[in-house]
Nanobody, 125 residues
Framework: QVQLVENGGGLVQPGGSLRLSCAAS????????MGWFRQPPGKEREFVAT????????YYADSVKGRFSISRDRSLSAIYLQMNNLTPEDTAVYYC??????????????????WGQGTQVTVSS
């Protein structure tokens, strides 16, 4: 079982930046992919970004492409989400997730078995 702990959420003004982090502990050696999902207020949880643990290939939702960047530190079993040029539409609870998805399922929540507790990101002036 993998435990995931997120950090870095908060309140930021439109156009600002935040960096989220997620550290994995437990059986982290079996991770196939780690990524981020988010749940805006009153909406369903949605895919944001993810990366392959071996190889580092990254995948992004169209809504964040060019503004968000996902990266990893394998020595720390951690991933990061650098979020730039934030808009109020980015306001959500952000969840870290890990699993062993195949390529066709890499953007699907159902492919990720382990989830963090979530961290709130609020973009508001």
């Amino acid at each position: 079982q993998v435990q995931l702990v997120e950090n870095g959420g908060g309140l930021v003004q439109p156009g600002g930046s935040l960096r989220l982090s997620c550290a994995a502990s437990g059986s982290a050696s079996g991770i196939g992919a780690m990524g981020w999902f988010r749940q805006p207020p009153g909406k369903e949880r949605e895919f944001v970004a993810t990366l392959r643990w071996n190889g580092g290939h990254t995948y992004y939702a169209d809504s964040v492409k060019g503004r968000f960047s996902i990266s990893r530190d394998r020595s720390l079993s951690a991933i990061y989400l650098q979020m730039n040029n934030l808009t109020p539409e980015d306001t959500a609870v952000y969840y870290c997730a890990s699993g062993r998805p195949i390529l066709s399922t890499i953007r699907l929540q159902s492919a990720y078995a382990n989830w963090g507790q979530g961290t709130q990101v609020t973009v508001s002036s």
